[in-house]
C-alpha cells in the first residue's frame, strides 16, 4: 500500500460546480497537510496548509483533515476555469529539522466554461 | 519579490553528456531540496540541503549530486544523463521544517 494514495482523474466540471478532492494516507505519522496545485508545465504553488483535523477556508477553497480516517479533501466552490490544473495533496511528519514532504501522483481537473 | 528561481526553464542535453542545473532563492530559507518529477507523477526528493548539510534519499542514484556553494544557490549535477532521466526537475526552499515552496521547475530532455 503506498503511503498516499490520489485519484488521479481526470475531472471535468462545468463552471460554477463545486469540487471535491481527496487523498487518504496509511503513515499516522503525518502531522501536517497540504494541497498545492500544479498548472501545466510550471511548479507546485502552495494552497492550503494544515496541521490539525478540521476544516480550514481561504476564499472558495476549503480544506478538510480526518485523522481518525486517515483523509483529506480540498473543496473548490463556484469552480472558474482558472482553476484547471492538477492538484497535489501532500503531507509530513517534519523529522530533523527539515520536511520531508510525501505526495500524492495528483488530480488533474478541468473546468469547463 | 522573493521567490525561487530556476535556470534554465528548458535544458536539451545529449545521453551521457554532464548537464548542471540552477535554483536560487530570494528567500533566505535555509533548506533548499531538489525534486524529480515525471509526467503523471508526483514529486520525488532526490536530496536536500538543511543549511550546509547534504541530505541524500537513499534511492537516489550516484549519477545525481548536487552543490550548495552559498545560502541562495543550489545546483543539480547529473553526471551521465540516461533517457530515463528526462523529467521536470524541482527545487523548492523551506525555513527548517515549515512549509516548501517550490520554483517553477527546470524540464530536461535527454536525446
Known amino acids: 500500500q503506498k503511503e498516499v494514495e490520489q485519484d488521479p482523474g481526470p475531472l471535468s466540471v462545468p463552471e460554477g460546480a463545486i469540487v471535491s478532492l481527496n487523498c487518504t494516507y496509511s503513515?499516522?505519522?503525518?502531522?501536517?497537510f497540504m494541497w498545492y496545485r500544479q498548472y501545466s508545465r510550471k511548479g507546485p504553488e502552495l494552497l492550503m496548509y494544515t496541521y490539525s483535523s478540521g476544516n480550514k477556508e481561504d476564499g472558495r477553497f476549503t480544506a478538510q483533515v480526518d485523522k481518525s480516517s486517515k483523509y483529506i479533501s480540498l473543496f473548490i466552490r463556484d469552480s472558474q476555469p482558472s482553476d484547471s490544473a492538477t492538484y497535489l495533496c501532500?503531507?509530513?511528519?517534519?523529522?530533523?529539522?527539515?520536511?520531508?514532504?510525501?505526495f500524492g501522483k495528483g488530480t488533474k481537473l478541468t473546468v469547463n466554461p | 519579490d522573493a521567490m525561487v528561481i530556476q535556470n534554465p526553464r528548458y535544458q536539451v542535453t545529449q545521453f551521457g553528456k554532464p548537464v548542471t542545473l540552477s535554483c536560487s532563492q530570494t528567500?533566505?530559507?535555509?533548506?533548499m531540496y531538489w525534486y524529480q518529477q515525471k509526467s503523471s507523477q508526483a514529486p520525488k526528493l532526490l536530496f536536500h540541503?538543511?543549511?550546509?548539510?547534504?541530505?541524500n534519499e537513499a534511492d537516489t542514484p550516484d549519477n545525481f549530486q548536487s552543490r550548495r556553494p552559498n545560502t541562495s544557490f543550489c545546483f543539480l549535477d547529473i553526471r551521465s544523463p540516461g533517457l530515463g532521466d528526462a523529467a521536470m526537475y524541482l527545487c523548492a526552499t523551506s525555513i527548517g521544517e515549515e512549509t516548501q515552496y517550490f520554483g517553477p521547475g527546470t524540464r530536461l530532455l535527454v536525446l
Open positions: 501532500a503531507m509530513s511528519e517534519r523529522q530533523g529539522g527539515s520536511e520531508k514532504l510525501v
Open positions: 540541503y538543511y543549511d550546509k548539510d547534504f541530505n
Open positions: 503513515n499516522s505519522a503525518f502531522q501536517y
Open positions: 528567500l533566505n530559507h535555509n533548506v
